[in-house]
């Protein structure tokens, strides 16, 4: 697999870090303007850094854009002519929507939008994906992409909003919520490292239950919770200062201003 990740910022060096890791790279260009503070990914023999898109664009197969939406245009514009059948085009840019991509590059091309998380970077990620028309016959591609650095679902193109705020800023909100049990744990005597190593690790833990029993969350907080007990007096607590709603309305926050930002 060659592959170009146009745009090596702070997610385009995650999926960079995810692929390298995984092996999953016969040849990788990673392209921004300036290239120093990415130089060292020459260390792995098959990288090469530039701040030529061109070159990327040329002798790779699977581009990958990381850049941000307003520079996206001008990239598209001036590598348009170099795109072929062998390329297939992921965006992982918020916001901008595949007719968008169509009508500079053209329907003809395999087009995929991907919204990955940070957790790329360390093979975890939540990665949502949607395809224009002739890109379903490189869908599984994609995802055999994106599933080896983490968990893919396929959604249609209108979910592409909700499933950012839901994986992508959900990164930063599970990071919020371990960091509050972190100083929670403080409290509670333990020291600072400790208590993050408490708190990260219940939360794996958490996420993990679920994901390889398929239990309900309620399930396995009914497993927890003794009558009179300890966890259900300080969940009732939790849920009468507004937990569960402070989240929802947080999400949905978070939905209205990108929905805000796609019509800017
Ligand atoms: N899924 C997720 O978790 C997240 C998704 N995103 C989305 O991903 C995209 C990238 O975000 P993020 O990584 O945070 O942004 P960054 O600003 O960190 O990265 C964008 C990179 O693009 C490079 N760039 C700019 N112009 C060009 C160009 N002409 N050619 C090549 N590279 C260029 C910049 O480097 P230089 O200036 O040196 O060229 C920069 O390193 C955004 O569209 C954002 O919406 C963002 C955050 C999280
Ligand atoms: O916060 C943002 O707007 C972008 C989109 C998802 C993650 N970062």
């Known amino acids: 697999m060659k592959v170009a990740i146009i745009g090596a910022g702070n997610l385009g060096l995650a999926i960079a870090k995810g692929i390298l890791h995984s092996n999953g790279a016969t040849t990788m260009y990673l392209t921004k303007r300036n290239t120093k503070s990415i130089q060292e990914f020459e260390k792995y023999g098959n990288v090469t850094v530039t701040s030529d898109n061109q070159e990327a664009v040329k ?9 941000q939406p307003g520079h996206f245009t001008t990239i598209l514009e001036q590598t348009k ?13 918020t916001g901008f929507r595949i007719p968008r991509i169509e009508e500079i590059i053209g329907s003809d091309k395999y087009i995929i939008r991907s919204m990955p998380n940070t957790a790329i970077s360390v093979g975890k990620s939540m990665t949502c994906i949607c ?8 869908i599984d591609l994609a995802k055999a992409i994106f599933n080896r650095m983490g968990h ?12 950012t705020v839901i994986c992508a800023s959900g990164i930063a909100f599970w990071m919020r919520l371990i960091r509050a049990t972190t100083q929670g744990a403080i409290q509670l005597g333990f020291d600072a490292k400790e208590a993050q190593e408490l708190a990260m690790h219940t939360c794996n833990g958490a996420a993990s239950l679920l994901i390889e029993s398929g239990s ?6 009914d497993r927890v919770t ?3 007990g ?10 009468h200062q507004g937990l569960s709603s402070s989240l929802i309305k947080g999400i949905v926050s978070s939905y209205e201003k990108i929905s805000h930002i796609r019509k800017a």
Do not use: W, Y
């Open 152 to 163: 893919t679902l396929e959604i249609p193109e209108e979910q592409m909003q909700a499933a």
């Open 216 to 221: 309900h969350p309620e399930e396995e907080i």
């Open 230 to 239: 300890c966890t259900i007096e300080g969940l009732n607590e939790m849920e």
């Open 81 to 93: 002519d170099l795109l072929t059948e062998k390329h297939v085009i992921i965006s992982t840019i």
């Open 226 to 228: 003794t009558p009179k």
């Open 131 to 138: 395809s224009n028309e002739l890109g379903k016959k490189r």
């Open 59 to 67: 002798n790779s197969d699977i581009l990958i854009f990381a850049v």
